[in-house]
């Protein structure tokens, strides 16, 4: 059992009106390891970790969660099955009518029946470890984006959850911060003995930090392995990726005519 | 013509969809509500924000619709020579009609889009998301307390406006036009009826406070949550809130007067 992956995708397919966004995708999380599922803006990566949460469910396939099948599980299982994971959202999504001690105090509240002591202590723990231990008098609209994402990573741990899912961590930080945010999840999820899902599209961040990496584009699976593994990769689509280029696999020009027959026959379409 | 068709029938489903969601949000909300005793802060937190916050406007209102009253009766009953029955006609008009309905209007305007906006905006900036990730259902959480903390201040509200309207009526009926101070008062306390004229105004407010914090928080939880969105939902709740509160007023109006 424990040898088995923490989270099992298989065959997973998933559309949003006509639009296909997972077509057969398969990804395994390893129990304690970082994963990384990058890809380019579009390719459903918040929407992967959506169904991993059980808010969106699959059209086919499925997702095995620690042995449960997300999917088919009822409102009271799916909340337990949640209270062992952590999300951290892309804006933090912090409670705003809250200052940052009660927003990581929120979930111990809500679920444990702690004495007020008992959840100051454990809140202060947690901020203490994402260091912000002094900003927990601090409204939400207070905080800079970096304090943010981080007191939102405080809530986030604040359930000792077995599993982190970090959604698009990296976007929008200043280096200082994201250098933060980097080494905080890497030490958190050994610390703490965690499993993470990092969804990005900040490949050297990301790449710094990851054990597994998943390239998704067009709805698949374009390449798999340890950062290394795929920087040698031969997959054309995986080398534009990674080393960011305008033109290759994913063509730097929206399909259209011919270019110079396009300028000629100006007068008679336009 | 095809087109103009297609559209009716897109219409027509989109309204019944949106129903539907209504309704069977009102239905988890209802669910939650036997919760929230265990919890009642909760609903005393949003009882402050939606009722007391509230009581300005509708005491300001209420005063000036009492005047008016005041002098509009005034003006109509001392051609009569039946002015010492003012306290009469104010009172019977707020209590059965204006207290609860234009404590309703103020109410959307004040309370139910400041509900529809707050839950949008929670929706948007995926509050509500974040939460039910944290396995905290927002319908229980959210919703609920604010839908209960509406139907709880609505009557309050509209007795208040009826109370300081009267006063109002008062003001200016006995302080600045004459009319005798012991008929005003006496005069009300004999023609008011405690079962037809205050228990049917309650009532009244009583649906009206379950309609408005519906149509709100529906509003809300329904928004697309784009700043547009948000703001579209916002102006819906209150446009939908006006015209539910006077359709239903007429209702309720012929069921409990119209024998």
């Not at chain 1, 169904?51 to 449960?68: A, R, T």
């Not at chain 2, 509003?219 to 359709?247: C, F, K, Q, Y």
Request: hydrophobic share 50%; with cysteine; charged share 20%.
């Amino acid at each position: 059992m424990s040898d088995a992956p923490l989270v099992q995708i298989r065959n997973l397919s998933f559309s949003r009106g006509d639009r296909v966004i997972f077509d057969g995708v398969d990804i395994d999380i390893r129990r304690g390891s970082v994963t990384a599922i990058m890809g380019p803006s579009g390719t459903g990566k918040t929407t992967l970790l959506r169904l991993i949460g059980g808010q969106l469910k699959p059209d086919n396939g499925s997702v095995l969660l620690d042995g449960e099948e997300v999917q088919h599980l009822r409102r009271g299982a799916l909340y337990r099955l949640r209270k062992r994971m952590g999300v951290l959202f892309q804006n933090g999504a912090l409670l705003t009518d809250m200052n940052v001690f009660d927003n990581i105090a929120f979930p111990l509240r809500e679920h444990t029946g702690l004495s007020e002591a008992l959840i100051r202590s454990l809140v202060l723990m947690k901020l203490e470890a994402v260091g912000l231990r002094g900003a927990r008098d601090l409204m939400p609209s207070e905080l800079s984006g970096g304090m943010a994402r981080r007191v939102a990573l405080a809530r986030a741990i604040a359930m000792d959850p077995m599993m982190m899912m970090y959604d698009e961590p990296f976007t929008g930080q200043d280096p200082i911060s994201m250098g933060v945010l980097v080494r905080l999840i890497r030490t958190l999820n050994d610390a703490l003995g965690l499993t993470s899902i990092i969804v990005s599209h900040d490949i050297a961040e990301t790449c710094a930090i990851a054990d597994d990496v998943y390239l998704l584009s067009g709805g698949k699976v374009v390449a798999h392995g340890t950062a290394e593994a795929l920087g040698k990769s031969d997959s054309a689509w995986a080398q534009q990726f990674l080393n960011g280029e305008a033109d290759g696999p994913v063509a730097f020009h929206y399909p259209a005519a011919d270019y110079a027959e396009d300028l000629l026959q100006r007068e008679h379409n336009n | 013509m095809l087109d103009s068709l297609q559209l009716l029938g897109r219409k027509g489903l989109e309204f019944f969809q949106r129903l539907g969601r209504g309704h069977l949000l009102l239905l988890q909300v209802l669910a939650g509500l036997p919760g929230l005793f265990l919890r009642f802060g909760l609903v005393i937190k949003q009882i402050y924000a939606v009722g007391v916050l509230s009581l300005v406007i509708i005491v300001v209102s209420g005063v000036f619709v009492g005047m008016v009253l005041g002098l509009q009766g005034y003006n109509t009953l001392v051609d009569f020579g039946a002015e010492e029955s003012l306290g009469v006609v104010v009172a019977l008009s707020l209590v059965r009609e204006l207290g609860p309905v234009v404590t309703a209007l103020l109410f959307a305007g004040r309370a139910g889009s400041a509900l529809t906006a707050e839950i949008g905006l929670m929706k948007a900036t995926e509050q509500l998301s974040a939460m039910e990730m944290m396995a905290v259902d927002p319908v229980r959480r959210v919703l609920a307390p604010r839908f209960l903390a509406g139907f709880i201040s609505m009557p309050f509200l509209a007795a208040i406006f009826s109370a300081v309207g009267i006063l109002g009526g008062y003001f200016v009926g006995v302080g600045l036009l004459g009319v005798d101070d012991g008929a005003y008062w006496s005069q009300m306390q004999d023609k008011v009826d405690m079962y037809d004229d205050i228990n049917n105004g309650i009532i009244k407010s009583l649906v009206f406070g379950v309609v408005v914090s519906w149509i709100a928080i529906f509003e809300g939880n329904d928004a697309i949550p784009t700043s547009e969105g948000v703001s579209r939902a916002t102006t819906r709740t209150v446009v939908h809130s006006a015209l539910a509160v006077l359709g239903l007023d007429f209702i309720l109006t012929a069921l409990m007067f119209g024998e």
